[in-house]
């Protein structure tokens, strides 16, 4: 069972911020900074790597717009978008949702950071995904 098919059904209560036929976006229960919404399609797909294209452009698109309706109405100075494809990539809920985040400043809740790795040699790591 699929507990975003359930809220998507309201046989579960969830605080809906926008709903049309193909897409459901619902304030996260976890707050990570205020107005914290998550954008589902109504379809149950596992995640963007097996979700169709019109799916895909559905949901961005509908991210889209309502991370612009976020920032205009909370005031947030920015938005983050984020898709966690996989447990590795820290997805918990196997239904495919886009993270919408207002983000407040430097001292709101959540940081992403972009830690310097080892360095890479490009043209190595472009032979692997193109060669
Ligand atoms: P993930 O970790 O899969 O990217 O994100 C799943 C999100 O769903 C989490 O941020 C979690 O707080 C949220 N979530 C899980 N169960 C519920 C629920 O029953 N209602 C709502 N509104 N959010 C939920
Ligand atoms: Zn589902």
Avoid: W
């Avoid at 507990?3 to 605080?15: L, V, W």
């Amino acid at each position: 069972m699929c507990i975003f098919c359930d809220i998507i059904d309201h046989k579960i209560p969830s605080s809906v911020v926008y709903e049309d036929d193909e897409v459901l976006a619902i304030l996260d229960i976890s707050q990570v900074t205020r107005g914290h919404t998550i954008v589902m399609p109504k379809v149950h797909t596992p995640n963007v790597l097996e979700a169709d294209d019109e799916t895909v452009r559905t949901v961005f698109s509908a991210a889209a717009r309502i991370a612009a309706l976020l920032k205009e109405k909370t005031g947030a100075s920015g938005v983050n978008l984020l898709n966690n494809c996989g447990e590795s990539a820290g997805q918990t809920v196997d239904h495919l949702h886009v993270h919408v985040i207002p983000r407040y400043g430097e001292n709101d809740a959540i940081q992403i950071a972009f830690n310097p790795s080892e360095p890479q040699d490009l043209a190595e790591v472009l032979q692997t995904i193109k060669g």
